[in-house]
């Protein structure tokens, strides 16, 4: 009997010491894995931003928007400090690759924010899903990249329109609104700039149009004459070219040196629509049209508050809300699925974390709502217009410019 006792007494001595200790280990059931958050460390989450070179305007406008949402959240998600660290993916398929590496090597990694440009997450997206990780662009715009058929990996979500959209749009504006019945278009080879001129040259055929001359830049071309020269035999009503600067600082300009091009109207897309555009460019940049995202309201107008405060200025890019929409959709998904244990550790599970951005719905974001589709779209292309350079861009230092027509 006193050995029943003493057994008694051992075995709630050892629920004692469990309870203190914080009880039974959490276990992983997720089939891709979890990433564990011990009591004391924070949830980590990573960028994969351009931020040096000529495009590290879309960084910075992206990482302002992730600060935001983490200050918008108290710094911490589940009581636990949010930390976030980052790499710089460049605008480059290589860029993409080495900071893909560089993320999925980090096992606290919970989820990213990233890519910028779609040739850099092209390049890393094998990487990251095969990581088992979840990536949300704010700015990737190519259709291939949420293309079952094209370069699409699970684990990827854009906050982004798809170029189908923007694509559309320019075409519709350029045909409808511009009454252009011809149009060339440039690229510089990468995918999103591809893509979107051929949305862009599709759509304006569908509508009647013609398009004249298709063709390439290499990046870091500086002599763009000899194809504005080919371009200028047939005189096009529109030139298309959506691609970045240096590039498109450089076709704009040279421009109106080419005779044959003398009443053709510029267009260009959200690669170019950053502050530093006009300056660079100078008096050909007046009266150029550019496409790119278009966001109103109390909350948006509340965003840039806390931006100019943060920051000072205006965002240089157009993607910051998308950038914030991404960041929110990532947290709030993380709170659905974290597995809570009672010393305060948490287990996030990939495959189930995965699961829960792809069943994103009606997301009351700055951006619109948004609902993600099973291979990552999760924006309605809703949110864009149509920007037009003035001379207030150009010499007066406005940014941005004012938007002239919505679809």
């Keep these: 009997m006193k050995r029943t006792v003493y057994f008694t007494l051992l075995l709630l001595v050892l629920a004692l010491v469990l309870a203190a200790c914080g009880g039974q280990a959490l276990e992983c059931e997720d089939e891709i894995g979890c990433v564990e958050v011990a009591p004391d460390e924070p949830i980590t989450v990573a960028y994969m931003l351009t931020i040096s070179g000529p495009t590290a305007f879309l960084g910075e406008d992206s990482r302002g928007g992730i600060e935001i949402a983490i200050d918008d959240r108290g710094g911490e998600l589940l009581g636990h400090s949010i930390e976030l660290v980052g790499e710089d993916s460049l605008c480059s398929a290589e860029g993409g690759q080495t900071a893909a590496q560089k993320v999925a090597a980090n096992t606290k990694v919970v989820g990213i924010i990233g890519t910028n440009c779609s040739s850099a997450a092209t390049a890393a997206l094998p990487i990251i899903s095969e990581a088992g990780l979840v990536m949300i662009s704010p700015s990737n715009t190519a259709p291939a990249l949420t293309d079952p058929n094209g370069t699409w990996q699970p684990g990827y979500f854009r906050t982004a329109h798809n170029d189908l959209f923007q694509g559309r749009v320019a075409a519709d504006f350029a045909y409808n609104e511009l009454g252009a019945r011809t149009a060339a278009t440039i690229h510089d080879g990468s995918p999103y700039a591809d893509g979107l001129q051929a949305v862009f040259a599709e759509r ?143 287990l996030i599970p990939r495959k189930a974390l995965r699961d829960a951005i792809a069943s994103t719905a009606n997301f009351n974001g700055l951006t619109g709502t948004l609902t993600c589709s099973e291979t990552g779209d999760c924006a309605t292309g809703e949110a864009l217009g149509i920007y037009q350079i003035t001379d207030a861009e150009i010499s007066g230092g406005n940014w941005p410019p004012e938007v002239v027509w919505t679809p």
């Design 204 to 346: 304006f055929q569908e509508l009647g149009g013609t398009i004249t001359f298709q063709g390439a830049v290499n990046v870091g071309d500086t002599d763009m004459r000899p194809i504005l020269t080919n371009i200028a035999a047939d005189s096009p009503d529109v030139l298309y070219f959506p691609i970045f600067e240096p590039e498109g600082n450089f076709i704009a300009a040279q421009s109106k040196e080419i005779p044959g091009l003398e009443n053709t109207t510029l267009m260009g897309a959200d690669g170019l629509l950053v502050d530093s555009f006009p300056e660079a460019t100078g008096p050909a940049a007046e009266g150029m049209y550019l496409s790119g995202p278009y966001i109103t309201g109390s909350a948006y107008d509340e965003f840039l508050s806390k931006w100019e405060a943060k920051f000072g200025g205006s965002p240089p890019s157009g993607f910051h809300a998308h950038a914030y929409d991404a960041t929110n959709i990532l947290f709030d998904a993380i709170e659905k699925v974290a597995v809570q244990g009672d010393d305060g550790s948490l």
